[in-house]
């Protein structure tokens, strides 16, 4: 079973149109992290958000806003009144304790946001 | 800073010839990891390296060898590429031994012929 499950394969919106990119996650750990990354066309991986599992606030950034609630399990990011220069595909993953104290990722299949003008 | 540097960046082999892809850090961080991308399958990790002398598999590791040469370096090799092994490979450092974000190379694309 997929640890980190992106339903949404691709979403395709106009600008100025909000948009929300679902992650559902799945662990037995008490102390996980849980992450977004954006890869542009141009196919670079860029960070854009950590929370850690004690951590139930939500985040606002610019346009950006992550609403994080474990009694569903979910890590959900909503883009509003997207732009082109969003369209890329976004990956949701999830860190947990693994061998030798590292914390192993999991990426989820990853949501591909296409943008018209 | 440079970050995680990674070379090639382009490579074609023929089925059966082996090849070597380097990643170096400078960050000081300790852990690094391997992964695979591949179109609809999101990033798969191949193997990781929690610290200098330390390797484990990861969700992907059959026809892949990995080496730590010293806390910057981690080189993943193929022995004897096969057409599946096709695919965009990303070495990646996290911040605090994966608690953090992850800071990524720019990728080799790999194809094999």
């Known amino acids: 079973a997929q640890k980190v499950t992106q339903a949404q394969t691709e979403i395709s919106v106009v600008e100025k149109e909000d948009v929300t990119l679902d992650c559902v996650y799945e662990t037995r750990d008490t102390t996980y992290y849980l992450f977004w990354y954006k890869q542009p066309p141009s196919g670079e991986l860029v960070f854009l958000i950590r929370r850690n599992s004690f951590d139930e606030q939500n985040e606002i950034s610019g346009r950006y806003s992550w609403n994080f609630q474990k009694s569903t399990s979910s890590f959900n990011f909503t883009i509003t009144a997207s732009q082109v220069v969003d369209s890329a595909v976004y990956f949701c993953?999830?860190?947990?304790?693994?061998?030798?104290?590292?914390?192993?990722?999991?990426f989820g299949r990853g949501t591909s946001l296409i943008v018209h003008p | 800073n440079a970050g995680v540097t990674q070379t090639p960046k382009f490579q074609v082999l023929k089925t059966g010839q082996s090849m070597t892809l380097q990643c170096a850090q400078d960050m000081n961080h300790n852990s690094m990891y391997w992964y695979r991308q591949d179109p609809g399958m999101g990033l798969r990790l191949i193997y990781y390296s929690a610290s200098e002398g330390t390797t484990d598999k990861g969700e992907v590791p059959n026809g892949y060898n990995v080496s730590r040469l010293n806390k910057r370096e981690f080189s993943l090799r193929l022995e004897s590429a096969a057409p599946s092994q096709t695919s965009v490979y990303f070495c990646?450092?996290?911040?605090?031994?994966?608690?953090?974000?992850?800071?990524f190379g720019p990728g080799t694309r790999l194809t094999v012929l």
């Open positions: 990646a450092s996290p911040k605090r031994e994966g608690k953090g974000e992850q800071f």
């Open positions: 993953a999830l860190s947990e304790a693994g061998a030798g104290g590292s914390y192993i990722p999991t």
